[in-house]
């Protein structure tokens, strides 16, 4: 027994030194333990009801138009000018939506029955909705709105906007078109025509070259006049040129119909019976040209590919010193 009593002394000291640290932080750690005991089960589901409730009593019934307007430009939080960057302040959510539907109070004691102090569908007059819509939405492009085509015939904002969704339709150049189509149907038809800019494919929309809320030029245009509102695309036809071609500087659409036509490039009619409308009487614009001009009958030049153009190629102007028929 003595012959092992050194080594059995010697595991019981390298055991007791194994078991110290775990026995002090036992002894020394009950707050610790206790500051680590997960909370009590029965405060879970009023801490996952406060989560689920809407940050605005609004949003109780209309969550989905809430949900959407969070990614809308109404509601940047992070822009003080909007309905919800004013909100900045737990006693003013609500304003969020009272901003532009008013006072409702009484909407929300009786939902069924009462009804916000503005609405914006039909039953409205054009002129109550827009009141509301322009208490923000003034100056810039809307300075000419009073007395517009659009105002003085009851278009509401609404009637365009939808401000309850991501992106508004008439906001975005692809989707532009269908909103304006909605009454222009005349210019729909034109569109689904050969030749037409290019809305169709998303690369324009009616804003390139219109101002719907008003200007003071003819047809809502963004320029003061026809020409000037082409030249912003078609710069190479501004001139000014040595010789001038008097119907392109008086009105781009003497020859051309921006909303489509069946003739390329957009031309009212075909050359060279568009040329014939003007040029008449001593020299060879005179002659009548038809189908009998065409092969294989007696073929004429002026019936081939562009028609006039063939030869008077510079028919916008032309800076050439020999360019007074615009051929060069």
Known sequence: MQKYLPSLRLWLCIAAFLSFPVMAQTAASPAADKAATPAPAASEPAAAAEAEQP???CATCHKEQFDNMAFSRHGASGDSRTPWGKADTKEKRNEM?????????????NPIEKKPETLFNKTVKAENKNARCTVCHIG????HWKGSTHESRDIACSDCHKVHIKKDPALV???QPSVCFQCHKDKRAMMMRISTHPLRSGQMGCTSCHQPHGT?????LIKNTINETCYICHADKRG????????????CLNCHDPHGTNNPPMLQVRTPFLCQQCHGGVQHPSSVY???????????EKMLAQGCPNCHTKIH?????SGARFTR
């Open 55 to 57: 940050p605005i009593e």
């Open 97 to 109: 939506c009272t901003a532009c539907h008013g006072k409702a109070d009484d909407h929300m004691d």
């Open 140 to 143: 810039g492009n809307r300075m």
């Open 173 to 175: 150049m692809e989707t």
């Open 216 to 220: 003071i030029s003819d047809s809502l």
């Open 240 to 251: 000014p040129f040595l010789w001038e071609h008097p119907p392109v500087r008086d009105s």
């Open 290 to 300: 038809s189908g009998n001009n065409l092969p294989p009958n007696v073929s004429a």
């Open 317 to 321: 102007g032309s800076n050439h010193p």
